[in-house]
């Protein structure tokens, strides 16, 4: 009975340092995101395109470029229209590596085409895409090294969704609003919601930090 306890007890201490972890993390975040930018990566089907080119059913391949620009183009709309927390910025997800690698030419306009007049100004970005939402988990339950951290599982939870990233491709955590469902691909509603549900948890975190500071003081 009192090993069965101290288990409990364990895990509920764990559950809560794990929280604070991640909160810590997520105020951080969204403070520099707030001076900072959100690149959004848009997919292509260059692999699948070519695979039906190859096999000569170039209808399909032409109809699921139209439909990928098509789908593309209603995302920088959404985000052009509907978010204005932070500046937005646009590449496809094959160009990540050289975004990360301080490239230009590499950033898209209105009209998914390459725009060399577009560079990014801000030190400091998220990366956002259309996705899936992956389970987080803990990285070691066993030891105390890791029982405090958590990792992005390969398990999905929720489709159809705009999600957040970090520069290393990991998906954000809560309280971070890292996602928002996509319903019928309506991703005007999506991306309001999202700006939304930034501009609310910087307020409330920036408020929380605010009344940490004075009762320290």
């Known amino acids: 009975m009192k090993s069965t306890f101290l288990s409990i007890l364990f895990c509920l201490s764990a559950a809560t340092s794990i929280a604070q972890y991640n909160r810590t993390i997520a105020y951080q975040q969204i403070k520099d995101l707030k001076t900072g930018a959100l690149v959004v990566r848009l997919k292509t089907n260059d692999k699948s395109v070519l695979a039906y080119r190859q096999s000569g059913r170039n209808e399909i391949a032409d109809r699921m470029i139209a439909d990928r620009a098509t ?23 094959k160009n990540t590596d050289d975004l990360k690698a301080g490239k230009n030419g ?82 005007n509603k999506a991306v309001e919601k999202f700006n939304r549900g930034l501009h609310k948890f910087y307020i409330n975190s920036t408020m929380k930090q605010e009344i940490k500071k004075l009762k320290k003081g």
């Open 71 to 93: 789908m593309n183009r209603k995302i920088i709309s959404a985000f052009r229209s509907f978010l204005d927390f932070c500046p937005v910025y646009f590449i496809y997800t």
């Open 106 to 187: 590499i950033f898209l306009n209105d009209t998914l085409a390459v725009d060399t007049s577009i560079y990014i100004k801000e030190s400091f970005y998220l990366l956002a895409e259309y996705g899936s939402v992956m389970a987080n988990e803990r990285v070691d339950e066993y030891h105390y090294k890791g029982v405090y951290t958590t990792q992005e599982s390969s398990s999905v939870v929720g489709q159809s969704a705009l999600v957040m990233l970090d520069t290393s491709n990991a998906q954000l955590k809560e309280p971070f609003p890292f996602y928002e469902t996509v319903y019928l691909d309506n991703y």
